[in-house]
């Protein structure tokens, strides 16, 4: 099997605007979003910790770093999936994350899960 194949998490993303915690008056956007972790290697994996990269409308950027996920640092067979609801708070109605996980491999190998940009936008701002 080709090394690409053995070390692969394939990793997406589903943003909610949170209105009632939202106050866009004071400049206050509170975003959740769901992610889903699959392994579609063929080799088990843990997610040790997460690089995130936050971008709201005016290019101010914010990076987060930290170990596991929700408290979690899963181990993830191969075909196995892990999911978990997080937030963020902007300052604009528009932004954006992106970033990676840091994988440690069953064999040692450490390798990082790319994360697709992806939008947070409160309703109807975007068409």
Known sequence: MAESK??????????????????????RYVFAYTMTIE???????QLVSRH???TDARDEVQEVRGLGVVGHQPL?????KFEYTSGCQL???????????QM??????QFAANIPEFTLAIPRILH
């Open 6 to 27: 053995k070390y692969e998490i394939t990793v997406s993303a589903v943003p909610h605007f949170i209105a009632d915690q939202s106050d866009p008056e004071n400049d």
């Open 39 to 45: 392994n579609t290697g063929s080799v088990a994996a």
């Open 52 to 54: 995130w990269i936050i």
């Open 76 to 80: 993830l067979k191969p075909g196995e």
């Open 91 to 101: 300052d604009t109605p528009v932004g954006t994350m992106r970033g990676s996980y």
């Open 104 to 109: 440690t491999a069953e064999d040692g190998t």
